[in-house]
């Protein structure tokens, strides 16, 4: 009852979210069952569910129009590979000049989120503004470097990303990982199959890249109606 009562303090009073109050109960369980070997214990505790919200996103004209603006050749380059290639930002700070293919128009993704590697093709119309950047920062390791060497910032690239807003008059209240949320969603609406998508964000769930179908109308839009078959 004691366990109980606590539970439900940290739910009502401390506001706890689901994956910390999880965390507190998986591990008070493991204590009493796997260090002190007491029976299985089952707690009848309401736990808060997370809410399912929808990725934000910015049309294709947005993407456009932050791109014009950005004049600084790296932080464009940095922003065009976030959506171009639908990079985490994690993802493309730890790019290497060596992960670039241009021959066959592909980039090695490397210790991506789970510790996988994936492929995914290189924007052939990035090419030339690609080039143009490694003739004027001629980085060493990292595609992009940071000030004093080494991986450029995540901190440094939601920088850029939140000016470049700014400076486009962007209203909306979006980070970076927007940008992925874009190319993701402007595939699905383009026609890419699901399962493709998925590889190339590289989802270990397919339920996880079908949460795009709920903010593109492009699935809604070829539903036909039995009416306009009759």
Do not use: W
């Not at 293919?101 to 993704?109: A, G, P």
């Not at 995540?154 to 486009?168: D, E, G, T, W």
């Not at 969603?185 to 190339?200: P, Y």
């Amino acid at each position: 009852k004691r366990l109980k009562d606590y539970f439900l303090y940290c739910i009502k009073v401390e506001k706890m979210g689901e994956r910390k109050l999880n965390g507190k109960i998986n591990a008070i369980k493991f204590y009493f069952e796997q260090v002190l070997h007491r029976p299985k214990m089952f707690f009848d505790i309401p736990r808060p569910k997370k809410p399912l919200t929808l990725p934000k996103m910015l049309s294709k004209s947005e993407v456009k129009k932050l791109f014009s603006v950005t004049t600084n050749i790296k932080h464009k380059m940095a922003l065009m590979l976030c959506y171009g290639m639908g990079l985490r930002v994690s993802e493309v700070v730890k790019l290497k000049v060596l992960d670039i293919d241009s021959k066959r128009m592909v980039v090695h993704v490397r210790g991506a989120k789970g510790k996988k590697d994936r492929y995914v093709p290189l924007p052939e119309s990035i090419l030339p503004n690609l080039r143009e950047y490694y003739i004027s920062y001629k980085p060493t390791e990292f595609l992009f470097e940071g000030q004093y060497g080494g991986a450029y910032a995540k901190s440094s690239m939601q920088q850029v990303f939140k000016k470049a807003m700014q400076k486009a008059n962007i209203k909306k209240q979006i980070g970076i990982h927007g940008l992925r949320h874009s190319y993701a969603t402007h595939l699905l609406e383009s026609g890419a199959d699901m399962r493709f998508i998925q590889d190339l964000l590289g989802h270990n769930s397919i339920k996880t890249t079908q949460v795009y179908t709920k903010v593109t109308p492009r699935s809604i839009s070829k539903i036909k109606s039995p009416l306009d078959t009759l």
